[in-house]
């Protein structure tokens, strides 16, 4: 039937008139649900069924080929970190975490859907607080070639042990999968003749050292499984 019919304007009660209408034209049917059922009408409700869920005693099932993966992007603010997240949006495929130190963040309008994290890659419990629900970490955040050369022990502290600690913290989560963008300038300053996986690396400044300090530590834990 149409359902508008039954409704005479905003006054009427859709569970009262126009259902006792329905029901006794023979409009109704009822199922029996052996699952898990649970209204949602008020927001006591939503807050019951979000601590279920939050809390992973969720009784209900979630079909696999719709839920969204979750990508945490630490660098996402940066210039290829926010393409990245940008890309990664128009997908409707994932939900986007963008990690950054700054608790002052106001995304730009291309990253409106992003959420934020705040994370500290010097502080395991603020790594270990960002990562709850990820699926996979798109690991962006570095010193600069510059910042490198100027402060070469921040520089080791950030990029070598920062990475260090975060893929000690994924070891304890529910993370999938980790991507590490390095530099090319691990095989030298400036890059001469063709490079290939099988190239020696030769590291000739701070910048390069320390992202190739990472990548041994990434690696690392990639064999380990």
Known sequence: PEVLNYIAGDSTTFEQEPLTD???EGQLMSFKHDGFWECMDTLRDKKHLCELWDGQRAPWKTCKL???????IIGGLGYLGGRIAQSLLTTN???IIIGTRSNQVVLPKQLVGCDVALIDLLEKNSIRKSL???????????????????????ALLV??????NLVQSVKDSGVKKII???????YGSPLLGNISEDTLVTPSNHYAI???IAEDYIIKVGREG
Not at 67 to 72: A, D, E, F, P
Not at 180 to 186: I, P
Request: hydrophobic letters at 40%; one cysteine or more.
């Open 93 to 95: 495929k994932y939900k």
């Open 180 to 186: 590490y963008f390095s530099t090319a300038h691990v």
């Open 210 to 212: 320390t992202h190739r």
């Open 159 to 164: 990029n070598g042990l920062g990475t260090l």
């Open 66 to 72: 719709f839920v969204r993966k979750t990508v945490l």
């Open 22 to 24: 329905l029901a006794v």
């Open 132 to 154: 709850k629900g990820v699926d996979i970490i798109i690991h962006l955040a570095a010193m600069n070639a510059n910042e490198c050369a100027k402060n070469p022990s921040d």
